[in-house]
């Protein structure tokens, strides 16, 4: 599996602004932006959406900027990316069938697979149109995807933001 830049990028501002030097401080993203060599313009889209799901606190005007709302230990790796990452179809029978602000994101993974147990004759009219591979209605290796799917998720869910800034001197360093 591999995340998308949008979660790479979700994920390093929240460590920026856990490890800046006045916990409180404001930080706007042109300092984000420039410690990472990221570009602006998309690292507003995800200061805006962290701020939406309430990891971050933004302020808006000439003097503001970002600040985490959550201590980090209270930030959970597993819940961000189920709810930041677009799309965990690793294969095309996997379908998005949860809706990303739905609360159940927080419980299980956002996906699930297609739905085979309606009618067969519908299946098999659409297999190929739907999933685009002819063998999905008997297909096992599905099971295999979704298990290692699962199994990606549930190690993320074992550790915090705070896990992972536990070298913030060294991460101090590298974003001053």
Known sequence: ???TNYSDYALRSLIYLAVKPEPQALAN???????????????????????QLGYIETIRGKNGGSRLARAPENINLGILIKQIEPDFALVECFAATVPKTDATTQQGLPITLIDETADETANKASSVTKQGCVISPVCRLKGVFF???????????GYTLADIINNKIELKALLS
């Open 1 to 3: 599996m591999k995340l």
């Open 29 to 51: 993203i042109s300092d984000i932006a420039n410690s990472y060599d990221i570009s602006r313009s998309h690292l507003t889209k995800i200061i805006h959406q962290l701020g």
């Open 147 to 157: 298990e290692a799917l699962t199994a990606f998720v549930s190690v993320l869910e």
